[in-house]
Every structure is written in structure tokens, then in C-alpha cells.
């Protein structure tokens, strides 16, 4: 039980955190214009993660509810993989994204933001497409799919952290947030390992994995609201790398 109350607070602190962040981009001649932009694309990621997490993990407590042998579990087994593989993939697109809007100024603007987060969206609807093609859920299958295909996130976001330091087209309590999402998705690899039990006998316990994940979502919702209320002050929140002043080094270039 104590599972799946977590799982239900994860997508809302998701949708938090993006909500936060699409009204961190609206704060015009109070936050740099990148800046603005980069919040509006995590906010409008983070927020179709939310929606994505919060309808698979409701099947989920409907699927726990109605019990084994259920056509509720038989549903959700079915497309509990479109789910995870969805985000997984709508990373990808996100990580682009964000990599496109550090390196190409002439992304730099509203509406071809929001022509990156649909292409996130249509990461998500290939991803949604992938986990079907894998089918029903199969502990061995899904699991290690899972894990492989989080590496590859991983790298990403990580190399998106590295460029948004060198060209700092984020602020640092966006940065934070961001950074603490991809120690998240680390520890989710060794977590699936651990559930396949591979090379020894301990495995995760569920809650605990769904308790870190509320932690650092609720973190990052923590951190958004922070920067909201800055925003709101007229305080400004420089990057990691500034040039003294509260401005971003090369971030107009």
C-alpha cells in the first residue's frame, strides 16, 4: 500500500515542478530570456511526464485493487511497458533539445521552443510505440530493456548538464533540479539490475525505489518554487558559470 500512495504522489510533484517551470518562463524582464526558454521547455517536458506517470501509476492502483487474475493487472501488464519506454524516450528528445537550445542561438525563441517540446512529445509517442511492440510485461525482458535504454539516458543528461555549464543557458536552481532528476536516473539503473537479480540475491524493495524518486521530485518542485518566488522579488539567479553580474556568459552568442 504504502507503494502505491507514493506513486501517487510522484506525478503530482511532477506536474508541480513543470507547472512551476511554465510559470518561471512566463516572468518576461524578470528572467533572461534563455533562461525563460530552457524553463519553458522543462516545464512542458516534466508536465507531459506527470500526465504520462500519473495515468500509468492510477492503473496501477486499480490493477493492485482488483487483485490477481483481474482484467484490470491483465491491462496494465499489457501497457505498463508504453509508459516507461514513452518517458524513457521522450528523454531522449529532451536532452536534444535542451543540447539544440545551448548551441543554436537561432532556437532561441518562444515559438520554436514549443516546436521542441512537441518533438519531445513525439519522442514519447515512439517510445509508447516501442513498449508495444515489446508487448505484455515480462519481468526479464522489460527490465533489462529498461536498464539499458536508461544508460543511454543517462549519458545524455549528463552531457546536457556539461553543455549547459560550458554555454549556461540555464540558471542554477535550474541546473540543481535537472542535476538531481539524473542522479535519480542513475540510481534507477542500479535498481533495475538489482530487480532482475543479476550475479546475486538482493533485490530493491518497490517502496523504496518509488521513496527516492518522491524525494528528488519533490526536491525539484522545491527548487522551482524557489526560483518562482525570485523571479516574482525581481531577484536574479545567475548561472553556475556568470560573469559576476547575474548575467549569462555566452548565452546570446
Known amino acids: 500500500m504504502r507503494t502505491l500512495v507514493l506513486q501517487l504522489v510522484l506525478p503530482a510533484l511532477f506536474l508541480l515542478f513543470g507547472g512551476t517551470a511554465l510559470l518561471i518562463a512566463r516572468e518576461r524582464g524578470r528572467v533572461p530570456r534563455d533562461y525563460r526558454l530552457s524553463w519553458l521547455l522543462t516545464g512542458a517536458t516534466f508536465t507531459l511526464y506527470g500526465l504520462v506517470i ?78 508495444w511492440r515489446e508487448g505484455a510485461f515480462v519481468r526479464q525482458v522489460h527490465y533489462t530493456a529498461v536498464a539499458m535504454m536508461t544508460a543511454l539516458e543517462l549519458i545524455l543528461l549528463l552531457a546536457m548538464l556539461f553543455a549547459t555549464l560550458v554555454v549556461p543557458t540555464v540558471d542554477r536552481l535550474h541546473w540543481f533540479a535537472v542535476g538531481l532528476h539524473t542522479f535519480g536516473v542513475a540510481l534507477n539503473i542500479l535498481w533495475y539490475v538489482g530487480l532482475l537479480g543479476i550475479g546475486f540475491g538482493w533485490a530493491p524493495a518497490p517502496w523504496l525505489m518509488a521513496a527516492y524518486r518522491v524525494m528528488f521530485a519533490g526536491a525539484m518542485a522545491g527548487l522551482a518554487v524557489r526560483r518562482l518566488i525570485l523571479a516574482r522579488k525581481g531577484v536574479p539567479v545567475p548561472g553556475l558559470i556568470d560573469s559576476g553580474e547575474g548575467a549569462p556568459v555566452m548565452a546570446t552568442r
Open 54 to 131: 500519473g495515468i500509468q501509476n492510477a492503473c496501477a492502483a486499480w490493477a493492485y485493487v482488483a487483485g490477481p487474475g483481474s482484467r484490470a493487472l491483465e491491462l496494465y501488464l499489457r501497457y505498463a511497458p508504453l509508459g516507461n519506454h514513452s518517458r524513457t524516450f521522450g528523454s531522449y528528445a529532451y536532452c536534444l533539445a535542451m543540447l539544440g537550445l545551448a548551441f543554436s542561438p537561432r532556437l532561441r525563441n518562444t515559438g520554436r521552443v514549443w516546436l521542441l517540446a512537441g518533438l519531445v512529445a513525439a519522442g514519447m509517442m515512439v517510445g509508447a510505440a516501442y513498449g
